[in-house]
Every structure is written in structure tokens, then in C-alpha cells.
């Protein structure tokens, strides 16, 4: 669900043979080093799984949470304290997990049949998540329930981030009649309070430094998608610029953004927006990039690829002068979110 826009150009998959430089390591023991949850949303119908890089020790864990689980379709995490928040879309919750130990700590509820697709965390005690009936939801992160959900205010969502007082819910749409909006809201009353206009599919956005959101567009192929700098202050869009076609992920780190496109990894600098490097990472095997991330931290980057058929993933991680950091190692089926702890 989290990537439905590499359907709007990719027509057909070609086979090919899982590989990884990793062997397989068992779970691991409960730890406090830094790490990397990847979410694995699994090929539909069999469930999602989560794997784990352990950053401090370099060693990667293909599977700490099994399919066994019975995660149908899990889409976004955020690690906020002590605590890890899976969206599972398909199974309408959210699961809440130790940060450490890996072990279930509770469940929150969604609404029946609202396909939660995005999360994003206000504070220790409230997060807000966009649901694919293009609701959105308040949770109470104490006691593990949603507060309010409120009726429709986009049509598919492609990404929600909270900045300050204010929600940012872009709105993809359907893949017939995609959308080119991005709803502000209310962050306490969850109320409309603007709408930003930017171009067709807008989908997956990034918080910047200076009171900038960055929203990608994926645009309908063989048109160019964009990125878009929205003012958070004014919701004014302030600059943009064009990136190649369907891109579908984005991140920040050291004044950089990274948009990820199928076979290819595009870097801009910020202010202004521009391309710095048009092909910071390229696809050398495989079928497809899938999604990535850049390390908060270190500012190394992380990007998934799908290498077969059925969905297997393979993470390979870069530094910021885009050498390999480490030899690429296997995740789970689709692996299309992270989160940092």
C-alpha cells in the first residue's frame, strides 16, 4: 500500500535470484544499542514481518517478528521513548512494541475498515495516523486508544507529518483521478485549516530544517514528478523543482533530501532547491528500489530494493560521500518503512 505509486510506471516485473552477503542471523537478545527497525509489508495475502540492523554492532536480523504475528499489510513505524508503533493496514491497528526487547506491549484499535496507512507522533502522549478511508485518527499513546477520528478529509493518502501545532496529510489519491493537495490541520482539534496546492499524486513528505515540509509529487507517467518546499509557518509553497520520473520516497539529513525513484537515488540541496546529484545511488541488480531513509544521526543512507518476484527485500547502506558502508543484507518481503531507535 505505501508504494502503490511504482505501479504507475512499473508495467511488468523479470525474475530473478535473492541474494545477500549477510548469512541469516537468529533473533536477537534484548539490547539499548542504536538500530534500525525495517517494516516488511509483505506479498498479500501471507503477513508482514519486521527485520532489525543493529547499528552500533553491524549486525542485521532478517526476521524479529514473524509472520506468524499475523501483521497483515504493516505500512509506517515511529520509535518515540522506549516504544515502537507499527501500522498494520490490513488488520486495522496499531501494534506497540519494546524499543529493546522486541516483545508486544499492547495494541491500539482503528476503526473498523479505515486501512491505517501513516502515523506520526505529537508527543509522549498523542500521535496522529492517516487512514486510507481518508480519515485521521487521534491516539492517546497512555492508554493505548483512539481519542477521535474524523470524517474524510482526503481521498488516499500518501503521507502525514506533524510540525508544531500542525498536521500536513497529502493526498494522493486514486489511481484513476489522483489528487494534487496537501490538508493542514488542527494538530489538537484536528480541524481543516488550509489546503496546499501542489501537482498530481502528491504522496510521500519530510520535515526539513528552517520551517520547511518537503512534499514529493509522482506526477503520472512518463511525466517528471517534482518536490515541493512548503513554508510550515505560511503553508506557502515555496520553491520546487523537477526530479525524474516516479518518485516515491523522500528523506532528510545534513541539509540534503534523497528521493528515491525506481532505479536510482536523486540528492538535492535545500536552499534552493536543486539537483546536487542525479544519481547518488543506482540500481546494479535487482527489480526495483523501494523505499529509503537517511540515518538522523550519521547521515548514512538506507535503501531497500526488491530483488525477486515474491517481494524479497535487500538493504543497502550508504555514507554521505555515497560509498557502500557495509556489504547489502536480506529484510523481509516489501520493505517499505523504517525507524530509527
Keep these: 500500500m505505501k508504494h502503490a505509486s511504482i505501479v504507475l510506471f512499473l508495467v511488468f516485473l523479470f525474475s530473478s535470484c535473492r541474494t545477500s552477503n549477510n548469512p541469516a542471523n537468529s533473533t536477537p537478545p534484548p539490547q539499548s544499542d542504536r538500530g534500525v527497525f525495517i517494516i516488511n509489508e509483505g506479498a498479500f495475502p501471507n503477513a508482514g514481518t519486521m527485520s532489525f540492523y543493529n547499528i552500533t554492532k553491524d549486525i542485521a536480523f532478517e526476521t524479529i517478528i514473524s509472520a506468524a504475528e499475523g501483521w497483515l499489510l504493516p505500512n509506517d513505524a515511529k520509535v518515540f521513548g522506549n516504544k515502537v508503533y507499527v501500522v498494520v493496514n490490513g488488520s486495522d491497528r496499531v501494534e506497540v512494541l519494546d524499543a529493546e526487547t522486541f516483545q508486544k506491549l499492547g495494541t491500539i484499535v482503528i476503526p473498523t475498515g479505515s486501512g491505517p496507512g501513516y ?11 492517516a487512514n486510507y478511508n481518508g480519515t485521521v485518527s487521534l491516539l492517546n499513546l497512555t492508554t493505548r486508544t483512539v481519542t477521535q477520528t474524523t470524517p474524510p478529509v482526503v481521498e488516499f493518502p500518501g503521507s502525514i507529518v506533524v510540525v508544531g501545532n500542525k498536521v500536513f496529510d497529502s493526498d494522493f489519491g486514486p489511481f484513476q483521478n489522483n489528487k494534487d493537495i496537501v490538508i493542514v490541520m488542527d494538530a489538537v482539534t484536528l480541524s481543516v485549516t488550509d489546503t ?70 536523486v540528492k538535492l540541496s535545500t536552499f534552493p532547491l536543486a539537483v546536487a546529484d542525479i544519481a547518488f545511488v543506482s540500481l546494479s541488480s535487482g527489480l526495483y528500489f523501494y523505499s529509503t531513509v537517511a540515518d538522523p544521526v ?19 547502506v550508504y555514507t554521505p560521500l555515497k560509498s557502500p558502508k557495509r556489504q547489502p543484507f536480506a529484510v523481509g518481503s516489501f520493505p517499505g518503512a523504517w525507524a530509527f531507535k
Design 119 to 129: 502515523i506520526s507522533i505529537v508527543d509522549n502522549t498523542k500521535a496522529i495516523v
Design 196 to 265: 496546499i496546492r501542489v501537482s498530481v499524486a502528491a504522496g510521500s513528505m519530510v520535515a526539513g530544517s528552517n520551517d520547511r515540509l518537503y512534499v514529493v509529487s509522482t506526477g503520472i507517467f512518463p511525466a517528471n514528478g517534482k518536490v515541493y518546499a512548503v513554508n510550515t509557518l505560511t503553508n506557502a509553497v515555496v520553491d520546487s523543482v523537477e526530479v525524474g520520473q516516479g518518485p516515491t520516497d523522500i528523506t532528510f539529513a545534513d541539509q540534503s533530501l534523497y528521493v528515491l525513484l525506481f532505479d536510482r537515488v
Design 298 to 316: 550519521t547521515g548514512d543512507l538506507y535503501v531497500s530494493k526488491v530483488v525477486s518476484g515474491d517481494g524479497s527485500g535487500v538493504v543497502e
